[in-house]
């Protein structure tokens, strides 16, 4: 294949997802487990195991075991704080068990302690990344290095500038950040292209984005956007638990607080009590704790809707907010899709009816995609418009906004805006600065990011010295500094001093970034494993498949249709089973491959004849090693972790396919 | 269409080179491609808004068509049509694409259209680094806004001791009002000058022009002043 295949990402919160354009549709990649979901969980594994394997990172349900043996290796929700500051987190550190190093200063990058060593958010998503990276490669059989990554609409600048660090660390270039509502507006566009104004609400684990979208043959034209990054079903959590850690203290007098074991122990008992009251009326809180008593409470779901109301209603403000700055009312919206795990929560639904007055107007919101999986295909829709293309994405194109305003400090530390939010990105801004003191040959710039008057509340985002200007009298030389937000929503900024032409050195310091340099030299900590990683990976891999198809071929005789095989035919596959049997234990990729290929060819016809005599499903074009499944010796078993809180409730949604 | 002398000074400064980059052809100022071989033009330096949509420096403008005609260069101009392009086609579409946008949002809105226009033309609004005459208010007003004004400053004692007025509350929504009726006025009256300046532009009559420039700046100017009292009496009223 002369072209790589981009892949499209949706890094979320809770869970991650890979998915490509297979032809026409868009499609999930599933892990080595067979799932589709990876949990967003890194755990790092001491390094005394052995030096090969020191710093190791284990991504996804098999990350889950250490979560109950050793907590503290074990990091989720990371996404919460990239491109954050310590003076952002405080709310989120009083819930979730982050190890923070302690060092930590404001305008400080944030890092987390694992062991010895620390990590910035970056490298921890750079671990989910690569997985799913790697998901991609075992699944083409090819290598991946282009990547469209989603995001939440309401992410600033910092935020989306760390997802890209991620994608870099990963091997991994980022052609596109693409929002997460927009993306789900892609995936359903898809299918269904006719003309009118769509909301896509997306409640996540830890974000919620509400975009409003105009449909136009073709182009996604984004009318609005808001939103608020620290709201999501983990917050649903967070109130159950409390709850519990209230109950357990009074009842028993103990306060498990401080207890990262039970407090997981908890968590994930309240996932499984909320994923139920989609579907019943009531369900049991069941919790094992350490120390072996047991915690149990019935919940209603008419008293978990109440419970969840403040939360919900926190939705509310931006939906109100994106419908009048699209300039719009909630009569006018079309359709509405819902995104996001909690969009299966029915409260929320019946929410979503009465926000857009979908119910008087005979109209239902949109599920037909699973909420969990349409911003990871959505994201495959974009990699496919930015790569070849194919027939279905020819027409599309999608106009995002910036969804925050930018804005220059200015005398008194009042904003003065230079971008507005809701702007179609890429938007741009020109502005001209002086110098105010004689000879002065530098000026400061502070940019921030936000809708506050005053620059103190604003999001800082980056000040610019901007160096080299002739000296001259004060307010004489004029420096033209251009803004430019890119399709990313990531800022760039050039400067010229008009008078003498010359360009204007801007040295950039980022408020929470990371320079070039520190991003270049995490790369290469990751890179050190990543090729060989890869090789293990799939040696691994093909001796797994070689040991399938030879237990497979050992239990052929048993069968009838072995009989019905030609001598030659017989001696054959014996031979070929010898050769692979001996090849499994050595280490040579290509030669495995080979020989396992190659006895699965031999046996095709055995695989046919076996399928024939098998009950009556026509199976046609089998060959034994899909056959050794039904002969019971499937592989790997999926880990267990993942299905817990993603199982879709029932009757609630279709798989995509 | 007819250009004033300082506009037509403005655009021979520009600093783009007349011939294609690809092939050669010449092209003019305002081309966003090559009309020999259709590659895409690094943007001239000295082009408005106007000029990216092939538009005459008018105020009275078909938002309809406008927005057809910046779908249709939007799939022409954006990032995503340039992503296996060379870098330098990158980076002229990022370029070209932005101004695009800014020139699509900046036309589609009356107020900012005519903002930018009044811009082009030489006049500066107050947050451009003009005079701030919105602070002034415009004489007729006068009476109004100093009864509005002791009507405001009773509403924050109220609101900072607890009480409530409701005659204030609904002499306030009367004071909006009036003013809300003020502003559709003056946007009637705008449409007007739009149609005079639209004439004067056909006419290329430049005197005329002037007139009709400095009438639309002071009409901006008592605009931008009752939009900032509607917009105390707003804060007043929800506190």
């Given at each position: 294949m002369s072209e790589q295949r981009v892949i499209g990402i949706d890094l979320g919160t809770t869970n991650s997802l890979v998915a490509f354009m297979a032809g026409e549709q868009p499609v999930v990649i599933p892990g080595e487990d067979g799932l589709l979901l990876v949990p967003s969980v890194v755990a790092i594994p001491p390094a005394d195991i052995g030096a090969a394997s020191a710093q190791r990172a284990i991504v996804g349900n098999g990350a889950a075991k250490y979560l109950a043996s050793s907590p503290d290796r074990v990091i989720y929700s990371a996404k919460r704080l990239m491109g954050r500051g310590i003076e952002d987190i405080q709310e989120e550190l009083k819930l979730f068990p982050f190890h923070l190093a302690e060092d930590i200063q404001p305008g400080e990058v944030l890092r987390l302690r694992v062991g010895d060593s620390e990590y910035t958010p970056s490298e921890i998503s750079a671990f989910v990344l690569r997985q799913l990276k790697q998901n991609a490669e075992r699944y083409f059989g090819a290598a991946v290095s282009k990547a469209v990554i989603t995001v939440p609409a309401y992410f600033n600048d910092a935020q989306r500038q760390a997802t890209k660090d991620a994608g870099r660390m990963a091997g991994l270039e980022v052609l596109r950040l693409v929002n997460e509502p927009t993306a789900a507006a892609l995936a359903y566009g898809l299918d269904r292209q006719h003309d009118g104004i769509v909301a896509v609400y997306d409640l996540g684990g830890g974000t919620f984005d509400i975009s409003i979208l105009k449909l136009h043959e073709g182009i996604f034209e984004v009318m609005a956007t808001n939103g608020d990054t620290h709201l999501g079903g983990d917050d649903i959590d967070n109130l159950l638990i409390a709850i519990a850690l209230d109950d357990i203290h009074g009842d028993r007098g103990i306060d498990l607080r401080g207890n990262a074991e039970a407090v997981q122990a908890i968590r994930k008992a309240v996932i499984e009590a909320k994923i139920a009251l989609s579907a019943d009326h009531f369900t049991l809180?069941?919790?094992?704790?350490?120390?072996?008593?047991?915690?149990?409470?019935?919940?209603?779901?008419?008293?978990?809707?109440?419970?969840?109301?403040?939360?919900?209603?926190?939705?509310?403000?931006?939906?109100?907010?994106?419908?009048?700055?699209?300039?719009?009312?909630?009569?006018?919206?079309?359709?509405?899709?819902?995104?996001?795990?909690?969009?299966?929560?029915?409260?929320?639904?019946?929410?979503?009816?009465?926000?857009?007055?979908?119910?008087?107007?005979?109209?239902?919101?949109?599920?037909?995609?699973?909420?969990?999986?349409?911003?990871?295909?959505?994201?495959?829709?974009?990699?496919?418009?930015?790569?070849?293309?194919?027939?279905?994405?020819?027409?599309?194109?999608?106009?995002?906004?910036?969804?925050?305003?930018?804005?220059?400090?200015?005398?008194?530390?009042?904003?003065?805006?230079?971008?507005?939010?809701?702007?179609?990105?890429?938007?741009?801004?020109?502005?001209?600065?002086?110098?105010?003191?004689?000879?002065?040959?530098?000026?400061?710039?502070?940019?921030?990011?936000?809708?506050?008057?005053?620059?103190?509340?604003?999001?800082?985002?980056?000040?610019?010295?901007?160096?080299?200007?002739?000296?001259?009298?004060?307010?004489?030389?004029?420096?033209?500094?251009?803004?430019?937000?890119?399709?990313?929503?990531?800022?760039?900024?050039?400067?010229?001093?008009?008078?003498?032409?010359?360009?204007?050195?801007?040295?950039?310091?980022?408020?929470?970034?990371?320079?070039?340099?520190?991003?270049?030299?995490?790369?290469?900590?990751?890179?050190?494993?990543?090729?060989?990683?890869?090789?293990?990976?799939?040696?691994?891999?093909?001796?797994?498949?070689?040991?399938?198809?030879?237990?497979?071929?050992?239990?052929?005789?048993?069968?009838?249709?072995?009989?019905?095989?030609?001598?030659?035919?017989?001696?054959?596959?014996?031979?070929?089973?010898?050769?692979?049997?001996?090849l499994k234990d050595g280490e040579d990729l290509k030669l495995l491959r080979g020989a396992t290929e190659a006895l699965d060819k031999a046996t095709h016809r055995f695989a046919e004849l076996m399928m024939d005599s098998a009950v009556s499903t026509a199976l046609q074009g089998k060959t034994m090693e899909s056959a050794g499944e039904s002969l019971g010796e499937a592989p790997n078993a999926p880990h267990p972790f993942a299905a817990a809180e993603f199982k879709p409730a029932a009757g609630h949604d279709s798989q995509p396919q | 269409m007819n250009q004033s002398a300082d506009v037509v000074a403005t655009i021979t400064e520009s600093d783009r080179s007349a011939a294609c980059p690809f092939c050669g052809s010449p092209t003019e100022e305002a081309d966003l491609f090559c009309g020999a071989c259709g590659r895409l033009l690094p943007l001239a330096s000295g082009i408005s808004y106007f000029d990216v949509f092939a538009l005459p420096r008018k105020l009275k403008l078909d938002v309809q068509a406008l927005e057809r005609e910046f779908y249709r260069l939007s799939r022409r101009l954006h990032p995503d049509a340039y992503a296996r392009a060379s870098q330098q086609e990158q980076d002229w579409s990022l370029a070209n694409s932005s101004f695009l946008n800014d020139a699509y949002r900046t036309l589609k809105d009356p107020?900012?259209?005519?903002?930018?226009?009044?811009?082009?033309?030489?006049?500066?609004?107050?947050?451009?680094?003009?005079?701030?005459?919105?602070?002034?208010?415009?004489?007729?007003?006068?009476?109004?806004?100093?009864?509005l004004n002791m009507q405001l400053?009773?509403?924050?004692?109220?609101?900072?001791?607890?009480?409530?007025?409701?005659?204030?509350?609904?002499?306030?929504?009367?004071?909006?009002?009036?003013?809300?009726?003020?502003?559709?006025?003056?946007?009637?009256?705008?449409?007007?000058?739009?149609?005079?300046?639209?004439?004067?532009?056909?006419?290329?009559?430049?005197?005329?022009?002037?007139?009709?420039?400095?009438?639309?700046?002071?009409?901006?100017?008592?605009?931008?002043?009752?939009?900032?009292?509607?917009?105390s009496v707003d804060e007043a009223l929800e506190g």
């Open positions: 809180l069941n919790v094992e704790l350490p120390g072996g008593f047991k915690y149990q409470r019935k919940i209603e779901r008419a008293q978990f809707e109440s419970l969840i109301q403040p939360v919900l209603d926190r939705t509310t403000a931006p939906c109100k907010r994106a419908l009048k700055d699209a300039g719009i009312t909630a009569a006018e919206i079309d359709e509405v899709v819902l995104v996001g795990g909690s969009t299966r929560i029915p409260k929320v639904r019946s929410m979503v009816e009465e926000l857009f007055d979908l119910g008087a107007r005979g109209k239902k919101p949109h599920t037909e995609l699973n909420p969990d999986e349409v911003v990871a295909l959505g994201a495959a829709v974009q990699a496919n418009i930015l790569s070849s293309g194919s027939i279905a994405t020819e027409s599309m194109l999608l106009l995002d906004v910036t969804p925050l305003s930018l804005g220059i400090e200015a005398l008194g530390g009042v904003v003065a805006k230079v971008i507005q939010r809701n702007s179609t990105i890429p938007a741009s801004a020109t502005e001209h600065f002086t110098t105010g003191v004689e000879g002065q040959t530098n000026v400061a710039i502070h940019v921030v990011q936000g809708e506050r008057e005053l620059a103190k509340d604003c999001r800082s985002l980056a000040r610019f010295d901007l160096k080299g200007i002739p000296p001259m009298s004060a307010g004489l030389p004029r420096i033209e500094v251009k803004f430019l937000i890119d399709a990313n929503g990531i800022l760039q900024v050039s400067a010229r001093e008009q008078r003498s032409g010359k360009q204007a050195e801007i040295e950039v310091k980022p408020t929470y970034g990371l320079t070039d340099e520190q991003v270049e030299s995490m790369i290469l900590e990751s890179f050190d494993y990543a090729e060989s990683d890869i090789e293990q990976r799939q040696l691994i891999e093909a001796k797994n498949e070689a040991n399938t198809i030879l237990a497979a071929v050992d239990k052929a005789p048993l069968h009838a249709a072995w009989k019905q095989l030609s001598n030659e035919e017989r001696t054959r596959i014996g031979l070929l089973r010898d050769e692979l049997a001996v | 107020i900012k259209r005519t903002e930018y226009l009044l811009k082009l033309e030489g006049i500066l609004s107050a947050d451009e680094g003009g005079t701030k005459k919105e602070d002034r208010v415009p004489p007729d007003m006068l009476e109004e806004v100093f009864e400053d009773e509403m924050r004692m109220n609101r900072k001791t607890g009480e409530d007025d409701p005659q204030l509350h609904m002499d306030l929504l009367a004071a909006k009002t009036s003013f809300d009726d003020q502003l559709k006025a003056d946007n009637a009256n705008l449409e007007l000058l739009w149609e005079k300046w639209d004439a004067s532009v056909d006419n290329a009559d430049d005197p005329r022009k002037h007139a009709i420039k400095a009438e639309i700046a002071a009409l901006l100017d008592r605009r931008r002043y009752i939009r900032n009292l509607v917009n």
